[in-house]
């Protein structure tokens, strides 16, 4: 099985570190249980004495999530890696990831250690980790820009008292394909016990070479990668795991190596990401942004259709992106939405196909014809984990070149109906400064995005939005043949985050 490439996926740790990605608990459990079926082999669910909501995220997925290993982060000290394995606990399979940084840089000017004392700390602790569990991860925080013969020293010690699997994190994004090649293949070659240890490789993006330097790291002896869905993490993100993933299977005959993702889910799992986060990948995002396998040139349309292989390196089905068919009408009933959803591979209860279908119906008396699409953007509406404190009953607003454009707003919280008129920079903008006064819940609108789900003039619009209240985050999405009103019910989504957050129901 030396051909095999373990997947560890760090979403849910770097990549929900970056700013604008914060998930709540529920929602990490969500993608979590994505993670599971799209089959990678560890998730690392976050960094558990961070703070109270990591901890709870990474103890619910080490409840919840039984079908891959389950990570947490902990630096090398004992309160970091007791309450890492507070949480670990529960898990079928647990992994305690504990890193200390290596190189001079960070030894002098950040932690203010020798090089001997970070030796004796990394050995410490990895020992204590391994006494609390069997599967033990060391990572040597900027590996690339510490001293080789140090970074073999450190790697070899911490094996010695029980290190399962060694990271090399490029943490800055400084290296390139050949240089990260060599530096795995001189630990191959000089760490003596290197046989005992999983390699693993940790990229950061900060040159665009992440997942460059994750192939090359694995051409030279790496045999773990570390990634997340859609590039997400620090700064420029880290090596994105659809990209890996489809080098690996697209390039097995010169490469040789093979993972256990099943890659018609990762479409699925990267709209998830984005739903959950309202945070869109660019449309020339390889492998899962829109564009990757539109083919725009006449030239190009034609060869497609002649034999898909003349443009096409990997099928759109490949990765899980169905072909646009027509599914439902306007007459299919409840039974035929179900099915169709079960097909997608949605399990939804009575209740959310319930709403499923009454907005299904909705939908069905603006537009004509339902995609596949279509039914994804009303399942990710309706199956929301947050409660709708705030419904939209009604939205009025007027604009055009030579007026100001004001929008009146009614909205239903329990029995209580508000009605509010406002002006603003535009409907959308006059809608959410009513919705504000309504709520009294006072945001910064952060990120808007709009993108058509499927076909045509009379195509569904998803707006996603991140919006900022008191320091906090969130995220929304709605998706509506109205733009307007997808944007306004966007806003009122992720109003809705910020009081059942922050507030409790009012
Ligand atoms: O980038 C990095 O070095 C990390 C480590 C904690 C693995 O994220
Ligand atoms: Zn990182």
Known sequence: MDNRIFIFDTTLRDGEQAPGFSMTVDQKIRMAKQLEHLGVDTIEAGFPIASEGDFEAVKRVAKEVKGCRIAGLARTK?????????????????????????????????????????????????????????????????????????????????IDVGATSINVPDTVGYSI?????????????????INKAILSVHCHNDLGLAVANSIAAVQNGARQVECTINGIGERAGNASLEEVVMILRTRKELLGFETGVNTTEIYRTSQLLTHLTGMAVQRNKAIVGANAFAHEAGIHQAGVIKDARTYEIMTPQSVGI?????????????????????????????????????????????????????????????VTEIPETYVLENLQVNSGTQLTPTATVRLRCGEKVFEESSIGDGPVDAACKAIDS???????????????????????????????CEDSSYAGRAASTDIVEASVQAYLNAINRVVYQKKGKP
């Open 322 to 382: 169905r072909e646009s068919s027509l599914v439902l009408g306007k007459h299919s009933g409840r039974h035929a939405l179900e099915k169709r959803y079960s097909e997608l591979g949605y399990s939804l209860t009575r209740e959310e196909l319930n709403r499923a279908y009454d907005a299904f119906k909705n939908l069905a008396d603006k537009k004509k014809e339902i995609y596949d699409g279509d039914l994804i953007a009303i399942a990710e509406d309706k």
């Open 438 to 468: 309504m709520t009294q819940v006072h945001a910064k609108l952060t990120d808007y995005s709009i993108n058509a789900v499927t076909k045509g003039k009379d195509a569904l619009g998803e707006v996603l939005i991140r919006i900022e």
């Open 78 to 158: 004992k309160e970091d890696i007791d309450r890492a394995w507070e949480a670990l606990k529960y898990a079928k399979n647990p992994l305690i990831h504990t890193f200390l940084a290596t190189s001079d840089i960070h030894l002098e000017h950040k932690l203010q250690l020798s090089r001997q004392q970070a030796l004796d700390m990394a050995i410490q602790n990895v020992r204590y980790a391994k006494s609390l569990t069997e599967y033990v991860e060391f990572s040597a925080e900027d590996a690339v820009r510490t001293d080789v013969a140090y970074l073999c020293q450190v790697i070899e010690a911490v």
């Open 177 to 193: 394909p050949v240089e990260f090649g060599s530096i795995i293949r001189t630990i191959v070659e000089r760490v003596p016990n």
